[in-house]
């Protein structure tokens, strides 16, 4: 039992730290259960292909332990991430941005959507079989096997990207984060380029909830089934958006201006589905950005103030703060440069040896020229399973942390890119398929940085190895192991030298794929710095954080967090449901609900009440659509 100690205090970490990712990232309130669930789990079971790593050295070079506990450890675990990637998050990322008012609606829409994805990769199997067939290679026997080496082939290629952009990247971050006065500059930059960003999520948001009045406005009252859809996506406007319907008095958008597809969705279910994707995708754009804006808000009045401390060398952040706040910022602006800048000479030290181990995997272990290799083989540490399974972990910890790191830091608006506390659904869910399909392909590599792939003391190979099949991929040759790494070589220097980011990337790499580059241009640092001092003055008003900027919807962005206590006050002390709709415009309020206790009146009477509470809907959305017009 002791041999699993270091995997099982791994694994418990691993399961911390995506749940503390989780609370970082995922939007409150805005993703359910099931999709924080699927989500961790997915990075559970990511982080634990790479504890087996350790465990699973050990074994082979001791010989102690049993194989076929680390053998099913890693199937769960590698069959666990295969299964997420590609079965259960795609169908759940379609899921959960369907506009489906049902649960089976919505569940045919992830299935409709999937059946293409789910085509190009059995055409892709297919050929992957002609191929192994055209080489001899295939059998039914080793038909999975097969299959999993198609796989992680794609994987390397994808993490030989990731791992050399986060070599470079990571110790360079380091560094500029050692100097407060480039960083504030930076982060200038960074608080005008996403208020643009915000300005065009909230003008996309506005439309969507002004469509959305206006198609509730033409579906006839014929239309039983049709109306009550609209009713449905009314009430998930007034619930989700963070931007209230009433806040449209103020809205400075001429109904006239819209397009002649934006008033086209009234006409059947489908087009009202169509109009709910696309206000979920609106309400999590400008989520996304109002969280990006206030994030580099922070930390630029952060930095300001640490800057200004800096310059007249008093260490105090304001009159009151206690001696531990005060130990903290003094920490802050003297010390944690320097930790920082030996921080990205110990990272920039530790890149360098991953890409000459991968330079020389070709040497295997006659000379063995990879340091890691040598501090693992060494016979004075064999039968020390902690020394092993740690000088194992810890090169790979750093590996893994470079190309996570790049995971998190691509695009720049999109996707794939993770917001603190504001996260979407389908990013998040992106992120953690991501991480399963891209977790055994770089283990496999570093395997081959710590000469682990060939036969070891009695003639032993790791399970890892064994279960992979990548030791000779069909029409890439027995050598594609050893001969790509040196492709991220190449790589890696391209991006040291800047040649990647100015020629290749603009023209080769499309923008939702490109990392985002630290690089501050004047237009956008010169608005951040007039944002800066605009929101100064707004909390010195006593305003709340992000109102400075003149954006429809930030000084208004309220969650409705309606009770059903509200609901029944609202509805005069009569029992209602929760499918109801609640358009607010000045002062009025109506509502259109199925009672609950409809035993208490009689069916003639409730259907005249129910008519003159949609008439009421209606001419109130009428009321709005000639108030727009006239703008």
């Given amino acids: 039992m002791v041999l699993y100690i270091f995997y099982g ?46 465990l699973d050295v050990y074994t082979t070079l001791s010989g102690e332990g049993n194989v076929n506990v680390v053998l099913y450890l890693w199937r769960a675990s590698y069959w666990s991430t295969q299964l997420l990637t590609w079965l259960a998050i795609p169908v759940l990322q379609h899921y959960s941005l369907s506009g489906a008012p049902s649960v089976l609606g919505r569940f045919g829409y992830a299935l409709n959507r999937m059946w293409k994805f789910y085509a190009i990769v059995g055409v892709l199997a297919v050929l992957g079989v002609l191929v192994a067939a055209a080489f001899g290679k295939l059998e039914l026997a080793t038909l999975p096997q097969l299959i999993v080496t198609f796989s992680n ?28 006065e480039t960083r504030l500059k930076w982060h200038l930059h960074r608080v005008g380029k996403s208020c643009d960003r915000l300005e065009k999520a909230s003008k996309e948001l506005e439309q969507c909830l002004i469509i959305v009045v206006i198609t509730m406005q033409q579906i006839p009252r014929s239309e039983t089934e049709l109306r009550e859809q609209a009713i449905s996506l009314m009430n998930f406007a007034n619930k989700a958006s963070p931007i209230p319907l009433k806040a449209l008095q103020s809205s400075k ?56 401390s800096r310059q007249i060398g008093v260490y105090q952040p304001h009159e009151n703060a206690g001696w531990l706040v005060e130990v903290g910022w003094h920490y802050k602006c003297r010390i944690r440069p320097y930790v920082q800048r030996l921080g990205a000479f110990i990272c920039a030290a530790t890149s360098a040896l991953v890409v000459w181990c991968e330079a020389t995997i070709a040497s295997g272990r006659h000379p063995d020229l990879s340091p890691f290799s040598i501090l693992i083989h060494e016979r004075s540490l064999k039968y020390s ?25 691509l695009g720049s608006l999109g996707p794939y890119h993770m917001v603190q506390r504001a996260t979407w659904s389908w990013s998040l869910l992106l992120n953690a398929s991501l991480l399963s399909r891209f977790a055994a392909p770089l283990c496999f590599n570093y395997l081959h940085v710590i000469r682990m792939t060939g036969k070891q003391r009695g003639g032993r190979t ?32 391209i991006l040291t030298t800047g040649i990647f980011e100015q020629c290749f990337t603009k023209v080769f790499v499309p ?24 929101e100064h003055e707004n909390l010195n008003r006593g305003g709340s954080l992000g109102e400075g900027c003149n954006v429809f919807g930030m000084q208004s962005s309220v969650e409705d967090n309606s009770t059903d206590a509200e609901l029944e006050k609202m509805s005069n002390g009569k029992y209602w449901n929760r499918r109801t709709l609640s358009v607010e415009l000045g002062t009025s309020k109506y509502t259109s609900t199925q009672r609950l206790n409809s035993s208490q009146y009689d069916s003639s ?8 509470e949609e008439t009421a809907v209606r001419d109130e959305a009428d009321a709005l659509f000639s108030g727009l017009g006239r703008k």
């Avoid at 923008?511 to 605009?534: C, I, N, T, W």
């Fill in 9 to 54: 205090i791994f694994v418990a970490c691993a399961a911390i730290m995506s749940a503390v990712l989780l609370h970082r990232y995922a939007a409150p309130k805005r993703v359910s259960f099931l999709v924080l669930l699927i989500t961790w789990y997915g990075w559970l079971t990511s982080f634990s292909v790479v504890a087996l790593v350790p």
């Fill in 153 to 180: 082939t794609y994987g390397l290629v994808a993490i030989m990207a990731l791992l050399g952009y986060g070599l470079v990247e990571v110790p360079k971050v380091l560094w500029r984060r050692s100097f407060p």
């Fill in 253 to 308: 958008i001429d109904v006239e201006s819209l397009e002649e597809r934006d008033l086209d969705y009234a006409g059947d279910a489908e087009g009202v589905a169509s109009l709910r994707e696309r206000l979920k995708r609106a309400i999590a754009e400008f989520v996304g950005s109002r969280g990006d804006y206030i994030a580099y808000l922070k930390k630029a009045i952060e930095l300001e103030a640490l800057c200004k």
């Fill in 385 to 409: 399973q902690w020394l092993i399974q740690f000088f194992v972990a810890a090169p790979l910890g750093y590996v893994c942390v470079c190309t996570f790191f790049s995971l998190f830091k």
């Fill in 462 to 493: 790791m399970v890892f190895v064994d279960s992979m099949g990548m030791e000779d991929v069909p029409l890439l040759g027995a050598g594609f192991n050893v001969w790509f790494p040196l492709v991220m070589v190449v790589y890696v220097g």
């Fill in 511 to 534: 923008r939702k794929l490109r990392f985002d580059s630290e690089k501050a241009d004047d237009e956008h640092s010169s608005k951040g710095q007039g944002l800066l001092a605009v």
């Fill in 605 to 612: 009477l409730a259907n005249k009440e129910e008519e003159e």
